[in-house]
């Protein structure tokens, strides 16, 4: 069973960072691509940023040149470092997953963590 779990959310003020971490288990595929997508109240959810397993990213216009993916392949592990946080980040963020298999494509949502700026 592949699941993704996130971690690292919380309070921060407008300018200040933080760092997510999202630990997926149970995936033996290494064609897969991870990322977070971010839903705040009222609004559809939305790309923030996706990195494959050959570390091509991909990023949300709003918050380029302020957050940065990457991933660690030995522990299963993506991070999203958030700084220069503004209060519209203020959302529910969910670790995405998604992998190739011999039996097609699936994907994966974690529980979402929230991230509150506060101005």
């Known amino acids: 069973q592949v699941q993704p779990v996130e971690s690292g959310g919380g309070l921060v003020q407008a300018g200040g960072s933080l760092r997510l971490s999202c630990a997926v288990s149970?995936?033996?595929?290494?064609?897969?691509?991870m990322g977070w997508y971010r839903q705040a109240p009222g609004d559809a959810r939305e790309l923030v940023a996706t990195?494959?397993?050959?570390?091509?990213?991909t990023y949300a216009d709003s918050v380029k040149g302020r957050f940065t993916i990457s991933r660690d392949n030995v522990v299963n592990t993506a991070y999203l470092q958030m700084n220069d946080l503004k209060p519209e980040d203020t959302a529910v963020y969910y670790c995405?997953?998604?992998?190739?298999?011999?039996?097609?494509?699936?994907?994966?949502w974690g529980q979402g963590t929230q991230v509150t700026v506060s101005s």
């Open positions: 995405y997953f998604r992998e190739t298999t011999w039996s097609g494509v699936d994907e994966y």
């Open positions: 990195i494959n397993a050959i570390a091509i990213t």
């Open positions: 149970g995936s033996t595929s290494r064609i897969n691509v």
